[in-house]
């Protein structure tokens, strides 16, 4: 069925508005897909409700629309979606196809849901590096197992310790470790450098895996830090499955990404007592709003310790 036989009063815009989002907002074809299926939503909820032509919507009609969008259980994140998608189609039509208001100016979605980051214990991890470190310093039956023992260790740590994002330590190179000073020079979000230092341990994997890398490092591997089995810069990919691996060797927690080792390490600089801008420097946070979540983390460790402690809690 083509979108011009698809019900309701906005499916006959639904071609140039396709059009327009691919060629001239080089949006994605998986945004393309999503903002024209819920522009077609929107229009079939209008046909329901007798509501035969575009310029009779109102914020009020729209409120209805997400509305009956949430009653059928979509997520959050989808009823959000369908206000972008709205937003951006009635701007369009206003500007291209002669609407004479547009419905969608000042609509606002839901507050996106607030989940608190997987975080483990400083105990905990430090356990779960020393066992790393063990491997890696332990005796191996060929160089290649020491040498990705000791890349593992050293990714791992490196991790905990700077707080970076796991691609940007993927792109790390050589050039940019500094182990004298213990500082890495990172490029992160916006392609902005921050010099990030990092602890002794961190630094004697560091060693240990500069002293093993050239047993994996082949033509393709250039100036990167961290190598792949096929000698090539280690792919993001195999990245997160040497840090998943090493967090699944803690009991009782959930937390599996590289993202929880950054999380991990920005709230146990809290709890250490780092001030909140230090904090924000280390992990290349635009704003010190986005790292404000890490005080409720703290905030949310005292009070179920609090709660488990106090006699009177």
Do not use: C
Not at 147 to 175: C, K, M, N, P
Not at 176 to 205: C, F, S
Not at 243 to 260: E, F, K, N, Q
Not at 280 to 288: P, S
Request: aromatic share 4%.
């Amino acid at each position: 069925m083509g979108d011009d036989a698809l019900p309701g009063p906005l499916a006959r815009y639904v071609p140039e508005f396709r059009a327009h989002l691919g060629l001239e907002r080089s949006r994605s074809e998986h945004t393309v897909r999503s903002y024209v299926a819920d522009v077609l939503d929107l229009s079939h909820w209008m046909q329901e409700n007798g509501i035969d032509a575009p310029d009779l919507l109102d914020r009020d009609a729209l409120r209805g629309w997400l509305a009956r969008r949430h009653e059928r259980g979509l997520a959050r994140s989808s009823v959000s979606r369908g206000i972008a998608a709205v937003h951006t189609f009635f701007r369009w039509a206003v500007d291209t196809q002669g609407l004479r208001h547009d419905p969608a100016a000042g609509l606002r979605g839901p507050r996106p849901a607030r989940h608190l980051p997987d975080v483990v214990g400083a105990a905990a991890l430090g356990d779960m590096l020393d066992g790393l470190a063990d491997h890696a310093l332990g005796e191996h039956e060929e160089k290649r197992g020491a040498a990705l023992a000791a890349r593992d260790w050293a990714l791992v740590e490196l991790l905990y310790a700077t707080g970076a994002r796991i691609g940007e330590l993927v792109s790390l190179d050589r050039a940019h470790v500094d182990p004298t000073d213990h500082v890495l020079t990172v490029t992160g979000k916006g392609n902005k450098q921050r010099r990030v230092p990092y602890g002794d341990r961190a630094g004697e994997a560091l060693a240990l895996w500069g002293h093993r890398r050239a047993v994996l490092a082949g033509a393709d591997a250039g100036d990167a830090v961290f190598v792949g089995a096929r000698g090539a810069r280690i792919d993001a990919r195999v990245a997160r499955r040497v840090v998943a691996a090493a967090l699944g060797s803690i009991p009782d927690t959930s937390a599996r990404g590289p993202h929880s080792l950054r999380h991990s390490a920005a709230t146990h600089l809290l709890d250490g007592g780092a001030d909140l801008r230090t904090v924000q420097e280390l992990l290349g946070h635009a704003t010190v709003a986005t790292t404000q979540i890490y005080t409720h983390v703290s905030v949310e460790r005292i009070r179920r310790a609090y709660s488990q402690a106090h006699p009177r809690a």
